[in-house]
């Protein structure tokens, strides 16, 4: 008998592929050791680059108090859209046509969210509601397929999880029938919720437990790469201020400079914090994923209130409040990375680093703030963050140095383990 051809298609062929090809969500438990982030996960998180750059946008025409406290919110809402998404792909992903679909979905709604974001505290701010409720919505289904399939023994953990994903929609979407300033309070509420439900789910779930299954190498990468994204809208923030200055030569010099905090949270970010594994004992993974709220919030801030601190560079002064916004959000940046290190491995293994760095920062955030308090002119002020980012940064570096370099070594000095040492790209 002649040998069936292996090329040739048929119907056998074709459900092979559909049950290759769409496959169900992998379950809890079931980690892909040594996986990085994927072609489609760099994809899916660009889309993110216009939704937080429309956010920042509206708070660089709106500077002030009011204007920043909307800014939160929304980047709130934002990010909590964000690490619920990423999570997802990264306990239950595949490279399959299922996960592709779902994630390109997710894209198209988030691309007609971002339609909405500029004026989300305005005139959009129903639409805005009812698209992001649609994306929690199959968030959340997403989620309810993978407790389908799981393993029991995770539902105490899954299901008010689930839970939380459909409530928050529910807040948010019926909160389009509320007046513009009640349904900005039904989204802090919800951004509020997320914030404490967190850590108390966190704490609930127990030390004893293998961080490697939640917070994974691909998943702190995903985190790095996200903050990258972020500081994305320094470097707009920056374009923007000179342009609508007219590109006069002290704008110019202003923006070059502005730019110079974007590179200082760079380097303290990614020395500091970045690429380090989280401790498998309560509260600490909670502390890493709450602690890059205000990290990205902060800097995508930092973008929105360049363009007015490049805007009026020469008039001397800029308007108040940009002074202390500017210098507010450097110091909770700067703040937001000891909280982050609090609950990385290094915090022990490098303890005589990191608890003496953290002290300096927090001195650091202080300085950070008599300098916006002084409200000294934008290029000035910008000179002296970059110097106390930089002073921050050099501290650090230079401690982790003496420890791990230690000219005369003595049996009484305090050793880091072998590899443990701050990421120098």
Do not use: C
Request: proline share 6%; glycine share 10%; net charge positive.
């Amino acid at each position: 008998m002649p040998t069936p051809r292996r090329d040739r298609l048929s119907w056998a062929v074709a459900t092979a592929f559909r049950r290759h090809f769409w496959r169900p969500p992998r379950a809890h438990g079931e980690v892909i050791h040594g996986r990085e982030v994927s072609f489609l996960e760099l994809f899916y998180d660009l889309v993110y680059v216009v939704v937080v750059s429309q956010a920042a946008g509206h708070l660089a025409g709106d500077v002030t108090w009011g204007g920043l406290g909307r800014f939160a919110v929304v980047f709130g809402l934002i990010w909590l859209a964000w690490i619920n998404g990423a999570a997802y792909h990264d306990l239950h992903g595949r490279a399959d046509g299922r996960t592709r679909s779902y994630v390109f979905l997710q894209m198209g709604v988030l691309v007609l969210l971002g339609v909405f974001t500029g004026e989300a505290t305005a005139g959009d701010g129903r639409a805005f509601a009812v698209t992001y409720s649609g994306y929690l919505l199959l968030l959340g289904w997403l989620w309810y397929t993978v407790r389908r399939q799981d393993d029991p023994a995770f539902r105490p953990a899954t299901t008010p999880y689930i839970a939380g994903v459909l409530a928050s929609a529910a807040v948010v979407g019926l909160s389009a029938l509320l007046p513009a300033q009640a349904r900005l309070t039904a989204w802090a509420l919800v951004v509020l919720g997320w914030l404490v439900g967190l850590p108390l789910q966190d704490w609930r779930s127990g030390a004893a437990r293998d961080t490697s299954a939640y917070a994974s190498e691909s998943l702190i990468e995903r985190f790095d790469l996200f903050t990258i994204i972020v500081l994305g809208e320094v470097v707009v923030g920056v374009l923007n201020g000179i342009a609508d200055a007219g590109r006069t030569p002290i704008a110019v010099i202003t923006g070059m400079l502005g730019l110079g905090i974007g590179f200082a949270y760079w380097w303290s970010y990614f020395d500091l914090v970045a690429g380090r594994r989280v401790r498998a004992e309560r509260g600490a993974l909670s502390r890493w994923l709450v602690g890059h709220l205000p990290v990205t919030m902060t800097i995508a801030a930092t973008g929105g209130v360049m363009v007015a601190m490049i805007d009026h560079a020469s008039h001397g002064h800029a308007p108040a409040p940009a002074p202390m916004v500017l210098s507010l959000s450097v110091a909770v940046g700067v703040l937001a990375l000891v909280l982050i290190s609090t609950s990385l491995t290094d915090w022990r293994d490098l303890a005589p680093v990191y608890r003496p760095v953290s002290l300096a920062l927090a001195i650091a955030a202080a300085v950070t703030l008599l300098v916006g308090w002084m409200a000294p002119p934008p290029w000035l002020q910008i000179t002296l963050l970059i110097l106390v980012l930089g002073a921050g940064w050099a501290y650090g570096i230079l401690k982790w140095f003496a420890v791990t370099h230690p000219s005369t070594p003595s049996p009484n000095r305090a050793r880091p383990q072998r590899g443990e040492r701050p990421r120098t790209s």
